[in-house]
T-cell receptor, first 114, second 111 residues
């Protein structure tokens, strides 16, 4: 069964450093998403991406964040200058071009900012 | 965003059916009812969705009230692997493509 994959599974970085989180969505999906979950809190939407552009973003997704689909398979989330409060699980998801838009999530990348 | 209300937690015995309720009294006519679950230390997992009629798939059944103001996710025979947080989410393209997760229901399964 096709699945969303994410790398790395765990990333440790120092405050102020740039990080890139990588995702490979399901191959025939057209919509891509990033969510995050701070330990013990709810899953929060960050951004959605369709047709090579951001279709929606949350208040969390400020100028420090960017997304890119550099080739036909990868979808990346970049945090330009990490803060302690960026420490969280980051989940990538994808969905097909269907009205109901059920989303399929990856296993997540645990980002620890020290 | 339309709101859903779920119990904080529920407990079930292994091999028994589980009925997870969700209230969504402000649902609009075109909102889909989605259910996801999140197993410990994993990403959310799509379970099932529906609009008006009851739905069945290999994972679960979804029973939707006639007035659509509530729904119930049914796990026919709970296993220890079903212990997870279950989220009931209303979805409509007008809300954008995002899923808005609440706190969900923590399901504990006893052996």
């Amino acid at each position: 069964e096709p699945e969303v994959t994410q790398t790395p599974s765990h990333q440790v970085t120092q405050m102020g450093q740039e990080v890139i989180l990588r995702c490979v969505p399901i191959s025939n999906h057209l919509y891509f998403y990033w969510y995050r979950q701070i330990l013990g809190q709810k899953v929060e939407f960050l951004v959605s991406f369709y047709n090579n552009e951001i279709s929606e973003k949350s208040e969390i997704f400020d100028d420090q964040f960017s997304v890119e689909r550099p080739d036909g398979s990868n979808f990346t989330l970049k945090i330009r200058s990490t803060k302690l409060e960026d420490s969280a699980m980051y989940f990538c998801a994808s969905s097909a071009a269907r009205r109901e838009h059920e989303q399929y999530f990856g296993p997540g990348t645990r980002l620890t900012v020290t | 965003d339309a709101k859903t209300t779920q119990p904080n937690s529920m407990e079930s015995n292994e091999e028994e059916p589980v009925h997870l309720p969700c209230n969504h009294s402000t649902i609009s006519g075109t909102d889909y009812i989605h259910w996801y679950r999140q197993l410990p230390s994993q990403g959310p997992e799509y379970v099932i969705h529906g609009l008006t009629s009851n739905v069945n798939n290999r994972m679960a059944s979804l029973a939707i009230a006639e007035d659509r103001k509530s729904s119930t996710l049914i796990l026919h025979r709970a296993t220890l692997r079903d212990a997870a947080v279950y989220y009931c989410i209303l979805y409509h393209m007008e809300y954008g493509n995002k899923l808005v997760f609440g706190a969900g229901t923590i399901l504990r399964v006893k052996s």
